[in-house]
């Protein structure tokens, strides 16, 4: 064996430097494509799956960035990625099924990200360059977990390893491919779609104030929490959108998208864990609706952002600690517990709106609360519009 003086320091700055940025090409497309094409993931569990893996390789993302910044600042990483792995990356872009999406995502890409991360890990200095050891490590483990969750056979683990891919630095980033717009988000087959959604569910439900009614008995709240479901299912599935089709946006947006994105999803799973536990119902029992995602897809983000994040999860705060209350004092605890949990995460939901759409209006605040107010005048009691805007 070498004693320690002889033994050499690893990768040199640029060799990890390089790696990192191929790391950073994967992941921004995994992130990018992931967030097209998580509404047309028909299944639930899969559906749930992406939400949370798109949030944590956003937040991946951002460590990669700042490791970069940290290694060789100022510099031209990541630069562009090599004609190798941009074979790669146009097969991720160029899946024309969510399934044959997650089939290079989940069977190769992530795979690859892998074995480059292992690879690196053995390879580093775990003394000079331990915060690129430590990072790894806590990556890597959740992206095997990703393919664990999602593939029972990843078909690639042979020993080629993309760190190790040039970068072609002074070049123009690559280009991300946008998806058709949506025309609506996909459900298990066994879910009913119609026009209207649930007509058991009534207007009541959804108005502030006075008039508000909390669903108390057992078949009222099967109905309602079915409903819910959905309607987390599609915020997730808007805020996804969001972020997939406006790569010119900060990288920040995106975070806050992938995150509000994950809550969502996870709203979805309380919801189906609550049916299932105390409500004796399951996802599917009920028909969906998806007239009122509709209305706020065909605006453009500023729109979506006011509407949605600045109106819908506005108005839903109040109703959330309304319906806690009352459940509270009847005492269904486990179900008012829920709306506890809902709140809390509905200001930093709220938040997301301000902090954008004033970006978009130039950075003032006044500008959003403006707009807002001017959308809102053509929503009914409920939040829904009144008219369908001209397409975004
Ligand atoms: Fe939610
Ligand atoms: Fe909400
Ligand atoms: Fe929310």
């Given at each position: 064996m070498k004693s320690s003086s002889e033994r050499p320091l690893g990768y040199d700055v640029d060799a990890g430097a390089t790696r990192f940025s191929n790391y950073f090409h994967a992941l921004r497309e995994l992130v990018h494509l992931t967030n097209g094409w998580l509404a047309l993931e028909p299944s639930w569990p899969r559906k749930y799956a992406l939400g949370d893996h798109v949030h944590d390789d956003a937040r991946a993302l951002t460590k990669i960035k700042r490791r970069l910044y940290e290694l060789r600042?100022?510099?031209?990483?990541?630069g562009s990625p090599s004609p190798e792995l941009e074979q790669l990356l146009d097969r991720m872009a160029g899946a024309d099924s969510a399934e044959a999406y997650l089939d290079v995502a989940y069977r190769e890409a992530k795979v690859r990200l892998v074995v480059a991360m292992r690879t690196h890990i053995e390879n580093l200095d775990p003394v000079a360059d331990e915060p690129s050891l430590r990072l790894l490590t806590q990556v890597v483990q959740r992206q095997e977990r990703h393919i664990a969750e999602l593939v029972d056979a990843p078909f690639d683990w042979s020993s080629?390893?993309?760190?190790?891919y040039p970068v072609r630095l002074r070049r123009e980033p690559r280009k991300l491919r946008i998806l058709p717009p949506l025309v609506e988000p996909a459900r298990d087959d066994y879910v009913e779609v119609t026009e209207?959604?649930?007509?058991?569910?009534?207007r009541e439900l959804y108005v502030?104030?006075?008039e508000n009614h909390v669903p108390i008995d057992p078949e009222e709240q099967r109905h309602f929490f079915h409903g819910l479901m959905d309607a987390e299912l599609s915020a997730a599935e808007l805020m996804a959108r969001n972020s997939h089709e406006h790569p010119e946006m900060p990288w920040d947006f995106h975070v806050d998208m992938a995150r509000q994105t994950w809550d969502e999803v996870r709203h979805a799973k309380v919801h189906d864990l609550l049916m299932r536990d105390e409500l004796g119902c399951a996802w599917g029992d009920y028909p969906v609706g998806f007239s009122y995602f509709k209305s706020i897809y065909a605006h453009d983000l500023l729109g979506r952002l006011c509407l949605f994040n600045g109106t819908s999860e506005q108005r839903a705060m109040w109703r959330h600690s309304h319906r806690r209350k009352r459940l509270m004092e009847l005492g269904q605890e486990r179900i008012a517990l829920v709306f506890d949990y809902l709140l809390a995460d509905e200001v930093p939901h709220v938040h997301n709106g301000v902090r954008w759409g004033s970006y978009l209006l130039g950075g003032s605040e006044q500008a959003y609360r403006d707009k807002v107010r001017e959308l809102r005048a053509g929503l009914d009691d409920t939040g829904v519009p009144t008219e369908s805007p001209a397409p975004a």
């Open positions: 600042t100022p510099s031209e990483y990541p080629y390893d993309i760190g190790d209207r959604g649930d007509p058991y569910l009534s502030n104030g006075p």
